[in-house]
């Protein structure tokens, strides 16, 4: 995803940005998601900030239980939409809820899988919302983090200039109980064009970790 995210996390804010355009992001799931999930055998995954759904529909297709919270309305409908076109066994496989995720609390031990994508809010709201991630991953679990990194502010892609929104993952590792296991903590360079057309490479943050089983 190379749009900018913006540093606001109100409803209000989300719905008028998803009611711009028909569609605000590409349909298809997240990179990170798919290297990172497609071995995994599925069970009941929490999709933090699903937007349109593509990644929670991408994991319902292979047999995961999903639970996908978004702020905003306009979002959800369309992810529902979406699902729904997929068929009927897909469509039940995902609980859609609308939720301010600077409050919800997840149930704890809860997920096999636990993906949060590119939900850039302030350290503030980050840090707690990772840790109740981290508590909602059931044991033999796996959390999946993944954002725009800092780094990015230098180059000509468009990114809220604010670098509190950006998290480390060594940051989020160091705050992993000791049951846990760090598969990946760094950054994975891609290629993405900027607003001129120019080819820019950009990183995104990286925090894949195994809860002990
Ligand atoms: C940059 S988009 C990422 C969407 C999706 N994870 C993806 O990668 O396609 C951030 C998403 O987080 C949602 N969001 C932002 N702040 C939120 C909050 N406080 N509570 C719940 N959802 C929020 C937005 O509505 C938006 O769908």
Do not use: K
């Not at 009611?19 to 997240?30: K, L």
């Not at 759904?53 to 409908?77: C, F, H, K, M, N």
């Amino acid at each position: 995803m190379d749009d900018s995210p913006a540093p606001v996390t109100n409803e209000q804010f989300w719905d008028d940005r998803y009611r711009s355009a028909p569609a605000i992001w590409s349909g298809r799931p997240n990179p990170q998601l798919v290297a990172n999930a497609a071995d995994l055998a599925p069970g009941r995954a929490l999709d933090i900030g699903a937007g349109e759904g593509a990644d929670a529909i991408w994991l319902a297709e292979r047999g995961w239980q999903v639970t996908a919270v978004d702020i905003s309305g306009v979002a959800l409908d369309r992810a529902r939409a979406a699902a729904e076109q997929r068929g009927a066994e897909i469509a039940e496989r995902i609980t859609w809820v609308r939720a301010d995720l600077a409050e919800w609390v997840p149930p704890v031990a809860a997920f096999e899988l636990v993906s949060v994508q590119f939900m850039h809010l302030t350290s503030d709201v980050r840090v707690p919302l990772y840790d109740r991630c981290i508590a909602a991953v059931a044991p033999g679990g796996t959390a999946l983090i993944v954002g725009h990194h800092v780094s990015d502010l230098q180059t000509t892609i468009r990114r809220p200039q604010l670098p509190d929104l950006y998290f480390e993952p060594a940051d989020v590792a160091a705050t992993l109980p000791g049951d846990w296991r760090v598969l990946e903590a760094g950054t994975s360079p891609r290629m993405t064009h900027d607003a001129t057309g120019a080819e820019v490479q950009i990183h995104d943050a990286v925090l894949v970790a195994r809860r002990a089983g």
